[in-house]
């Protein structure tokens, strides 16, 4: 079946089987490798994107499904003004180590810093739930995300 | 890699249309809901459904309201819309309890009421809610609608009332001025399915229980709730001591089975303790504390 979608913003078309997971449309059929794949049972959140402005596991949703819809992916946080507090963050307070959680763990963190903007350390904690890292001990996320929270952004926001 | 079986897709563009699309492609058609439930066991290939059909476009399965003396939920309201709902945690605050400790936010973004009812998993935590709010599915096929008690819903571990050319619309639940209500649940770790939950709504009036409901998930007890407990409450004060004896009587109606969550006697003594902490907080809140 063919199925159309704007990934940040740039029409994407493709030929593909309606059993096409949506993670799988982003990296073979948009070419954007930045989406990671990971645990594949929906648990570990490396493959979150946003759909119409809401975060979701990209290996848990058809291709198909967003067809006709908004998809963004990490490569598009970046806005005119440069890198996303929250992509800052995660450099100033050492975010990451092996990186492969980091695109869901910003994709997941913009999205809930547009909802609430100060929130409390627990309060990240909750909002990463669905998040895997094996690296960090997430201490360091968390203190990135909070870093993000008091660098407000002056890009567009999700919804 | 996991990926499920091939399929096909199609988007139904109302209810009727899903309905006659069901009709149409018969028992190897399944209807695609949040899909958080339905891909996973694809991609195990549990489930190998020859047609996807999509109801998420459906506009008339969304939305919560208040209509007479009851709270409806459409069947595609995320599990994220109930637990930041203010009517329903004005009414219930089990409903914003239950839906904290689900999955994790971004499952909770995608996984809708409708498909956890449906789903019907032995420890889907809305079941418990369910079945202690006595709420009620209303179910639409060719013929018209009809309307289950939830403690009727369940016919066994992920079988439902509803028949394979018919779709679930919509979930009710009576609103009790004065009831207070709580859920409880224990898990291995965050996110995860629950190793016992217990959920219940206490109404006190004049310093005596009149009204009450339990609900029980993941260990077994028969449609999700504890009829025996929830009798012996009625007309009694919410003591600790009738609160501790009610909660007995709630992990009697549990029958779990030991397994990767926990040996079946842990799960028994779950069930006993955790009805008793959401009792002792319902009862409060229905007292105004
Ligand atoms: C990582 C993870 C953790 C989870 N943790 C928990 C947890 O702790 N507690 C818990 O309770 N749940 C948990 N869940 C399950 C989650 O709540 C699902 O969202 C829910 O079980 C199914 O909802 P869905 O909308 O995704 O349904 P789907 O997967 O789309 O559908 C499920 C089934 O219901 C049928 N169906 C759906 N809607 C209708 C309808 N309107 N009419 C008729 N049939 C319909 C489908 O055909 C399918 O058979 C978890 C899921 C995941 C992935
Ligand atoms: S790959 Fe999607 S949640 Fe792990
Ligand atoms: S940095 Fe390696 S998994 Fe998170």
Request: aromatic letters at 6%.
């Given at each position: 079946m063919q199925v159309s979608m704007n990934i940040n913003g740039e029409p994407v078309t493709a030929d593909i089987?309606?059993?096409?997971?949506l993670v799988h449309f982003i990296r073979e059929?948009?070419?954007?490798?930045?989406t990671h794949w990971g645990c594949?049972?929906?648990?570990?959140?490396?493959?979150t994107v946003w759909v119409d402005g809401e975060a979701v596991k990209?290996?848990?949703?058809?291709a198909a499904q967003a067809d006709g819809h908004e998809v963004r992916t990490?490569?598009?946080?970046?806005?005119a003004d440069g890198l996303d507090p929250v992509q800052q963050g995660f450099i100033e307070c050492h975010?990451?180590?092996?990186?492969?959680c980091t695109p869901g763990m910003l994709m997941t963190a913009r999205w809930f810093l547009d909802r609430n903007?100060?929130?409390t350390k627990d309060e990240i904690r909750e909002a990463i739930s669905g998040q895997i890292c094996r690296?960090?001990?997430y201490k360091n996320i968390v203190d990135a995300i909070h870093w993000a929270a008091e660098h407000p952004r002056t890009n567009e926001v999700t919804a | 890699m996991q990926t499920p079986a091939p399929t096909d897709y199609v988007r139904a563009t109302s209810v009727s249309h899903a309905i006659s699309l069901l009709e149409e492609h018969g028992e190897e058609s399944r209807i695609l809901a949040g899909g958080h439930s339905l891909l996973p066991m694809m991609k195990l290939r549990i489930a190998r459904p020859e047609m996807l059909i999509d109801?998420?476009?459906?506009?008339?399965?969304r939305g919560i309201r208040v209509d007479g003396d009851e709270l409806v939920l459409g069947a595609m309201v995320t599990h994220r819309e109930v637990l930041e709902s203010p009517v329903l945690f004005e009414h219930y605050a089990i409903f914003r309890e239950c839906e904290k400790v689900i999955a994790d936010p971004l499952v909770r973004n995608r996984g809708t009421v409708g498909g956890s009812m449906c789903q019907a998993?032995?420890?889907?935590d809305l079941s418990a809610v369910g079945s202690a709010l006595r709420g009620s599915v209303v179910i639409q096929g060719a013929s018209g609608t009809r309307t289950v008690p939830l403690r009727e819903?369940?016919?066994?571990?992920?079988?439902?009332?509803?028949?394979?050319?018919e779709i679930m619309t919509e979930v009710r639940f009576p609103i009790r001025p004065g009831a207070g209500s709580a859920y409880e649940k224990v898990e291995r770790?965050?996110?995860?399915?629950?190793?016992c939950s217990a959920g219940v709504y206490v109404v006190v009036s004049d310093g005596l229980v009149t009204d009450c409901g339990i609900g029980l998930t993941a260990v077994s007890a028969e449609h999700f709730c504890a009829p025996a407990a929830e009798a012996f409450l009625?007309?009694?004060?919410?003591?600790e001591d009738n609160l501790r004896s009610a909660a007995q009587l709630a992990a009697d109606a549990a029958d779990p089975s030991s397994d990767q969550r926990g040996p079946a006697d842990y799960k028994k003594h779950l069930a006993n303790e955790l009805t008793y902490r959401a009792l002792v907080r319902a009862a409060a809140a229905s007292q105004g504390a």
């Open positions: 089987e309606a059993r096409k997971l059929d948009a070419g954007l490798r930045g594949d049972t929906s648990n570990c959140g490396t493959c990209s290996c848990t949703v058809l990490v490569e598009g946080l970046e806005g975010g990451l180590q092996c990186g492969f903007p100060s929130p690296c960090t001990g | 109801i998420n476009e459906l506009d008339e399965l998993d032995p420890s889907e819903f369940h016919e066994g571990p992920y079988e439902t009332q509803v028949e394979p050319a770790r965050v996110g995860d399915w629950p190793v009625i007309g009694k004060a919410p003591t």
